[in-house]
Each structure stands twice: as C-alpha cells, then as structure tokens.
Nanobody, 125 residues
Framework: QVQLVESGGGLVQAGGSLRLSCAAS????????VGWFRQAPGKEREFVAA????????NDADSVKGRFTISRDDAKNMVYLQMNSLKPEDTAIYYC??????????????????RGQGTQVTVSS
C-alpha cells in the first residue's frame, strides 16, 4: 500500500520560513520523480516544485523561484520543501505527489501516480 504523508505545515508570519516533509512508503521511492503542489481555497491546484530520480533535475514554479527549494533523501524515503520569504499568497494546502517518469514535465502538468493528504500552510501578513 502506497502512502505519502506530509508534515511541517503551520502558521507563520510573512517573511518567515517553513520546511515541509513528505514521508513515502510502499513504493520504489528512489525510482520516482516527486513534486509538491498547493491548493488555496477557491483556486485551482498549482504546481510548486519537482525533483527527479537521484535529485539531478529540479523544476520550480515561477511564483516560488528563489524562495523555495525541493530536495530528497532516498535513504530515508523523504522529500522536503524548504520555504523561505513566505508571503500571504503562499497560504494553501500543500501536497506531495510521485510519478514514475523521469521527465518532470508530467508532474509540472499536474499528472501524478500517488498523492498525499496534504498539510496546511498559513502565512499571516
């Protein structure tokens, strides 16, 4: 049974930082590309960042470039999203998701094989 469990969300002031974690089990994690998405109330789901097998390639949405960093630790079956300089518009539920294709374009287009339940991030102004 595949499980993706996000953690690390919370309430933070604008300009602050949070580090989200996603713990994976039940799949060959090291062979998956992994991405983060977010969805704010009343808005469409938005791609945030993705990282390929072995972490060689990453892709970030323009809205988070220079502020968010995705990384992975295959020995621990974990993926992380370091979020700095947070803005109120970053408020959303953040989800991690996996795809079995090395091409990050699939995740960037919103295609995934598995997704977690999400963790809430709230940024106050």
């Amino acid at each position: 049974q595949v499980q993706l469990v996000e953690s690390g969300g919370g309430l933070v002031q604008a300009g602050g930082s949070l580090r989200l974690s996603c713990a994976a089990s039940g799949l060959r994690f090291s062979s998956c590309s992994v991405g983060w998405f977010r969805q704010a109330p009343g808005k469409e789901r938005e791609f945030v960042a993705a990282i390929s097998w072995s972490g060689i390639r990453t892709n970030d949405a323009d809205s988070v470039k220079g502020r968010f960093t995705i990384s992975r630790d295959d020995a621990k079956n974990m993926v992380y999203l370091q979020m700095n300089s947070l803005k109120p518009e970053d408020t959303a539920i953040y989800y991690c998701a996996t795809h079995n294709n090395y091409d990050l374009g699939f995740l960037k287009a919103g295609s995934y094989d598995y997704r977690g339940q999400g963790t809430q991030v709230t940024v106050s102004s």
